[in-house]
C-alpha cells in the first residue's frame, strides 16, 4: 500500500485529488496539508510514502517544503516528494528537483500519467511529464549566461536570505529600508536570471558567489 499525503492549498483541488486516487488499487491518502509547513510536519508525523506537493502556497512554498523534507530524512529512508503543479517554468522546475523532489507532474495532466508518476517515484524512480522532460533539455542544451558580479551589498542581501531571513530581518541586520533590501534583491534576479528567493540562492551557491 503506498501511503500519500496530498499537499495543496486550495482545498477543491484537495479534494479532487482524493477522489481521484481513492479507487486506486494499492493507493491510500493518509492525510491532507494547506500549506508547505504543515506539510513538513506531517512527513514526520504520518509517515507517508509519497507527497504530492504544489509549489505555490503560503506559510512555506513547495520548494522549500521540499528541501526541508529531504533534508530530514538525511539519506535514510523516507517520504519522497512528487511536485503537482500548474506551473512549468524553468526555474521553478530546476528549484524543485534541486530541492531534492522525485518527480514533476502538471495537475493538467491525465490520470493515467499521475497514477503511474505516484507509483514510479514510491519505486524510487523518477517521474517528469513529458513537457517538463523537454524543458529541461533544452535548458541543459542552452549555454550558461554570463553572470554579471554581485555587488558586496547584493550579496549581503542574498546571504542573509540563503539564511531565512525576510525582508525586514535583512533590513534591520544591515541597517537599511526595507525597500532597499526589495531593490536589491530585484538586481540580484536580474544579474543571475532569476524569479524567486530559493533560485537565487541555490545558483548563487553553485557557482561561488555567496562566501
Known amino acids: 500500500m503506498i501511503r500519500l499525503l496530498i499537499v495543496d492549498d ?6 479532487g485529488l482524493v477522489g481521484l486516487l481513492a ?10 496539508a494547506a500549506d508547505g509547513d504543515e506539510a513538513v510536519r506531517l512527513a514526520t508525523e504520518a509517515h507517508p510514502d ?6 505555490r502556497m503560503p506559510v512555506l512554498d513547495g520548494v522549500a517544503a521540499t528541501a526541508r523534507i529531504v533534508a530530514a530524512r538525511d539519506g535514510a529512508a523516507g517520504p519522497r516528494v512528487l511536485i503537482l503543479t500548474t506551473y512549468e517554468s524553468d526555474d521553478q522546475i530546476l528549484a524543485a528537483i534541486e530541492a531534492g523532489a522525485s ?6 495532466a491525465p490520470r493515467e500519467e499521475i497514477v503511474a508518476g505516484i507509483r514510479s517515484v514510491a519505486a524510487g524512480q523518477s517521474a517528469l511529464s513529458p513537457a ?7 535548458r541543459m542544451r542552452q549555454p550558461e549566461p554570463a553572470v554579471s558580479a554581485l555587488t558586496p551589498r547584493e550579496t549581503d542581501v542574498l546571504r542573509l536570505v540563503a539564511a531565512g531571513h525576510g525582508n525586514r530581518q535583512i533590513a534591520v541586520q544591515l541597517g537599511i529600508g526595507e525597500s532597499t533590501v526589495k531593490t536589491h534583491l530585484l538586481r540580484v534576479y536580474d544579474k543571475l536570471g532569476v524569479d524567486s528567493r530559493t533560485r537565487a540562492v541555490t545558483l548563487a551557491l553553485e557557482r561561488g558567489l555567496l562566501p
Open 23 to 32: 479507487d486506486e488499487p494499492g493507493f491510500e491518502v493518509i492525510a491532507e
Open 103 to 108: 518527480g514533476y507532474l502538471l495537475k493538467a
Open 10 to 15: 486550495h482545498p477543491i483541488v484537495r479534494a
Open 132 to 138: 517538463v522532460a523537454v524543458r529541461l533539455v533544452e
Open 50 to 55: 509519497v507527497i504530492l506537493m504544489d509549489l
